[in-house]
């Protein structure tokens, strides 16, 4: 990138928010999918809404590639930039602009922290229920660029369900509005709605505008342990299936468990084959009732054990071992592949059986937990990639996992996003003409193609 | 339209499928909007999926207008067509393809009538909660097209929130592909979510995937009788207030009651200035607290009587009696406009003295019922379009019930669709560079601008 340009991003956010030693551009280079590191030319850091929005119009005006980034918590490439690319980053657009008790709504900027967003509303009285695993780190931005989902998506939704409006700039860095702060919005085209997971192919955000509900009024968490995989996948289907929608219904497998149990020491049984974690949440009548519903169905398809959580210390700790469930994974091979290949509900037994097959016929360690309530496991691959035999294995074995769950009318991804990983198979998922469609769309928004490039849809 | 072409059109769908004495063309060339009619050159009906992606295809080749219809319940001339364009039925489009009851989802073809829909899927034991104004007529791909509301969106939300995927023809007859079957997905980009309130401007529906919900275990209606619109305003104001969200909460004016009443006989106390019709739903216990407790703000703010429903049959009676609302006060005079400007819930007392201030400015005559718990309220003005000096009050009081509703932080059109009735207005409401990119997005897609052109974004 010539002198002349990196003075002009200068003048927009300031000589100290523009970065360019190696060091830096590097640590921009690569996001948490397994994929190979690109050098972006410079990372700005714009200060201010106005500021990000001049930085996208001079990087629309000289054609440069743009990759905006919150934390890098994307699994799939999202945040990877092109090279000779600017990096964006939000991290100092990290204001709650309001939250609205009576009205029931919030308005942030992109790079406010998740978790400090929904703390800052349970402070208020209020509930921000979208949770995914990154949360702790992970912004606003991202969660809505990703339409990110976690553990509460069964009872309460993802992000998507969660985003009343968004404001955001063009490639001319012309602020376009779309949505509301009411309830009803049909006022012009859903862009809002095509912003969510659109991974910053489109457009950037400037501010988002997200709905809040009331927190449930008592919850309650149970674990039950299965001596068999399949018999707690069919707990899973039967509590669904007795409409009983649970707020979290959390799986894991052996190798998880006892992985996890090493790494958070919360006192999980390391002998069980399977665990379900389950919270029913809401008016304590309805709580008391279907925690001995879902009890009740658990033992009935085979649970050795129940264990209910006594206060919420050890609720926590429960939920708090779950969360470690990447971080125990990743600590055990170099390489950590976590897919979110997902399927319809009544399809887990089916899908479990699969995965187990797959881990045997391709001889590989693969870790399963996730979001069994709503069909979204996190079948984890731990490997090497440098090991080339057999990064062919896990690469055959991702093909399959795909396979598998398109074939039980499953989807590629049910919250980490298609990025630059898994866009080669979209096709399969859809059809050439939604590929198409996508692109024409996509051409008519970023007619140089300087947004996020290559991402979701390919070149 | 020549000849030759309507030949083609009958080779798809049929003779007998085509429709073009001038009887039938005047049939379809308006909705329930309040604008002149334009009559189609043809009317086509498809018995398929298949027939009706060739129509599609067929008029892009003759870069012929196309308007699809499904009852024309359309409150924004949404459905009025292009003179010389073709209108497309869907009547005969009415498969329910696919009910899942252990995967809460189901597949319907465009055509399916609402009422129909929530019936058999009550009839499995599951809810599908929208619930328009229309819903014994509208159609379910005209509820996606227009993201249609209703009177339990408050608890509930509105159609974007069961809409789990479409299938839709583009422009050129081709199917894309977008959501799926699972709860979460972020396979691609959010096309569906683009197509929900895109009313017939970006692709043609072929199949659409709706999320279905268990439902409520149990629920109890009550009717607050206010001597004071303003007490029954501020009371809707605290109930959201207080955390309590109820199923549904509803408003009428004093007008509204009487002229209710007089064509529904439910019942309703003609000498109240307001009337609030709440119900609460969900688990008996949780239903028994908030009805007490909702119970004790309408007392607390004036409520000189409370009504709770003993039963289903009373329930339902004093719910037919607020869905006739709309058919009662068209009776009054020859015009009936009925808007949806809507608000945050907060400034539903100030929307409410603005809207009684707006009456007696204009010397108008304005019931006023609606979604008061959502901030969607029905100002529905009674007149007469051929006085033409009434007719210049009536849209000077529109334009400011917009502006209003605009000030107080609300939006142009909560359910209703911006159509070609406001399409004007929507740059005061979003931005410039709103519309522009709203347009780019469009001719990108239908780049002859056939599919039912000048709708929400103007030429």
Known sequence: MNEALKKDFAAIVGQENVMESEADRFSYAYDAAV???????????????EALGR???????????????????????????????????????????????????????????????????????????????????????????????????????????Y????????????????????????????????????????????????KLVPPPRSQKALMAIFDNVNSASEAVAAIIAAKIVPA??????????????????????VDANALLLIEV??????????AEQVEAICRKLGARGIHVAKDAAERNKVWEARRAALSAL?????????????????????????????????????????????????????????????WKRVEDAIDEIFDVALGLGGTLSGEHGIGIAKSKYMEKETSRATILFSRRLKKALDPKGILNPGKIIGE
């Open 281 to 290: 949440d809401g008016h304590a009548g309805q709580v008391a009732e279907e």
């Open 163 to 210: 985003v009343m409006g968004v404001d955001f700039f063009d490639v001319d860095g012309e602020i376009v509005k779309s949505g509301s702060r009411t309830v009803k919005c049909v006022s012009g085209l859903n862009l809002h709605g095509l912003m969510v997971g659109s991974e910053g192919t489109l457009g950037v955000f400037e501010k988002i505008t997200l």
């Open 35 to 49: 994929l190979e590191p690109v050098m972006p030319a410079l990372v700005v850091r714009p200060e201010s809404r």
């Open 55 to 161: 930085v996208v119009k001079l990087a629309n005006e000289n054609g440069l590639p743009l990759c905006v980034r919150g934390s890098g918590t994307n699994l799939s490439g999202g945040t990877i930039p092109r090279e000779g690319g600017v990096v964006v980053l939000t991290n100092a657009l990290n204001n709650i602009l309001e939250i609205n008790e009576a009205d029931l709504y919030a308005v942030v900027e992109p790079g406010v922290i998740t978790a400090k967003f929904a703390a800052a509303v349970a402070a208020r009285g209020l509930f921000y229920p979208p949770d995914p695993g990154s949360q702790a780190v992970s912004t606003m931005g991202g969660n809505v660029a990703e339409n990110a989902g976690g553990l509460r998506g069964l009872k309460y939704g993802v992000t998507k369900d």
């Open 248 to 269: 979290t219904l959390e799986f894991m497998d052996n190798f998880t468990i006892r992985t996890v149990e090493d790494f958070a020491h919360a006192g999980l049984p």
């Open 330 to 390: 990743a600590r055990v091979c170099p390489t950590t592949v976590l897919e979110d290949a997902t399927v319809p509900r009544s399809k887990i037994p089916a899908m479990m059986q699969a995965l187990g097959d797959i881990a045997v016929k391709y001889r590989l360690k693969i870790g399963t937990f996730g979001h069994a309530g709503d069909g979204n496991l996190h079948p984890t691959i731990l490997t090497d990639r440098r090991n080339k035999e057999e």
